[in-house]
């Protein structure tokens, strides 16, 4: 159970709100690269309740600015895209990439150098990189340094992105990724589907052991779980999975083959974008190699969620529920069975009905992870999920670990 004063702490993200401050604070991954094009249009961006506007210029930069025109409200999602900036079709006016007000056509000349001097676009920095385009709301002198995540070195071909956007909260969306023991109940059916190896593992282990025993180590950026799941023979399954603050999840892959990372990023209150990054790095992906993960998964890249019809936009198959199939959700990629149910609970689910268990360690750990790292930038210092050495974010890797029965899965973890 979380009080509903926490509740509110933790799930509201709009403007004037202590999470919407400390999101600020953070880089966030908000478009798939391809999205943007050189000197094309500028594409439309909510995040934490707030409008702006991201673009390649033609030189092929990317920035960010807010999406009103500061002369008369138009919206600079259908600005010029010119050498130099974005010109407001309303009126001329042009901004550069800092937001500086550069030309004002309309305005006398005699009074143009004291508008240009007062009238300022609001600007962000944007960097890309890992197939993606991120941004830092905070003000542009103050950027921590760029979360470099193993995958946003790697090549193009070795890269696949997928953006979701989601009818509910961030927190929500983060912590069905966070929960270990649903994975051999809602998925047990659809899972049947998936012809990699880690799911096919994933699936006998689920048969043997659906309550996985959770253990914690605290890391530079979050929490490391391992989900371990016992054997018959008396071995163990360990699964070693990376939270990191503050929307990240990456979890387990098997040595030699494709990792993934999910990420909840806030769009306001009750909308979400769940980005999953799936990448190789020890190899390009083979033609049609991430089709074969993402099994029945719409096929725009931009918003996978495609909603079918139906009370909760996934309807259920209940003549197939009744000849074994678990959820009903039939023919559609493991997450969308996540979408139904997080849609079900509603837009922000009210965490003081709930009654969590030992399963549900991992959400409380990063809930509380979360409620203190608002404390922590309120109080001037460096928030939970920011290092002191940005090395540390290259290092994080998640493992799975065949674990001898009578022997520790700590010990044969160290010193990777």
């Not at 259920?316 to 959820?327: I, L, T, V």
Request: charged share 25%; glycine share 8%; aromatic share 10%.
């Amino acid at each position: 159970m979380l009080s509903a004063a926490d509740n509110e702490l933790l799930t509201q993200v709009n403007p004037g709100t202590a999470m919407h401050a400390l999101m600020r604070s953070y880089w966030i991954p908000v478009l798939r690269s391809e999205r943007l094009e050189a000197g094309g249009a500028p594409v439309k961006v909510r995040l934490i309740g707030e409008d702006f506007v991201a673009y390649r210029s033609p030189d092929g930069t990317v920035g960010l600015v807010d999406e009103r025109c500061p002369h008369r409200c138009a919206s600079m999602s259908i600005a010029r895209n010119e050498e130099g900036g974005l010109r407001c079709i309303y009126h001329g006016w042009k901004y550069d990439q800092d937001g500086s007000l550069i030309e004002a056509p309309t305005e006398q000349v005699a009074h143009r150098k004291a508008l240009m001097k007062r009238v300022k676009l609001g600007a962000y920095s944007a960097h890309e990189a890992g197939g993606m385009i991120w941004v830092y709301l905070g003000p542009k002198d103050s950027a921590p340094p760029f979360p470099a995540f193993e995958f946003t070195g790697l090549a193009p071909d070795q890269i696949d992105i997928k953006i979701a956007i989601l009818p509910f909260n961030w927190l929500q969306n983060l912590e069905s990724v966070l929960d270990s023991a649903h994975l051999g109940y809602l998925h047990r059916s659809s899972v049947e589907l998936a012809m990699t190896d880690n799911a096919k593992q994933n699936a006998q282990n689920w048969e043997v052991d659906s309550a996985p025993k959770l253990e914690f180590e605290d890391t530079p950026f979050g929490v490391r779980e391992a989900a371990i799941r016992n054997r018959a023979d008396g071995s163990s399954d360990v699964r070693l999975r990376e939270v990191v603050a503050p929307f990240y999840a990456f979890l387990p892959g098997t040595e030699g083959n494709e990792r993934s990372i999910v990420i909840a990023v806030p769009i306001d209150d009750n909308n979400s974008l769940q980005i999953h990054v799936t990448y190789n790095p020890f190899r390009a992906f083979k033609s049609g190699e991430v089709e074969k993960i993402w099994f029945y998964t719409h096929e725009d890249k931009n918003d996978i969620s495609d909603p079918a019809p139906g009370p909760l936009g996934w309807p259920q198959d209940r003549e197939a529920m009744k000849n074994g199939h678990f959820s009903g959700i039939t023919n559609r990629h493991v997450f969308y069975e996540d979408f139904a149910v997080l849609q079900s609970m509603g837009p922000v689910v009210d965490r003081r009905f709930e009654h969590l268990s030992s399963s549900d360690m991992t959400l409380v750990r990063f809930r509380k992870g979360m409620l203190q790292a608002l404390k922590d930038i309120d109080d001037g210092r460096n928030p939970w999920g920011r290092p002191e050495n940005p090395a540390d974010y290259a290092e994080i890797r998640t493992r799975v670990i065949d674990v001898p029965a009578g022997e520790s899965w700590r010990a044969i973890a160290q010193p990777a």
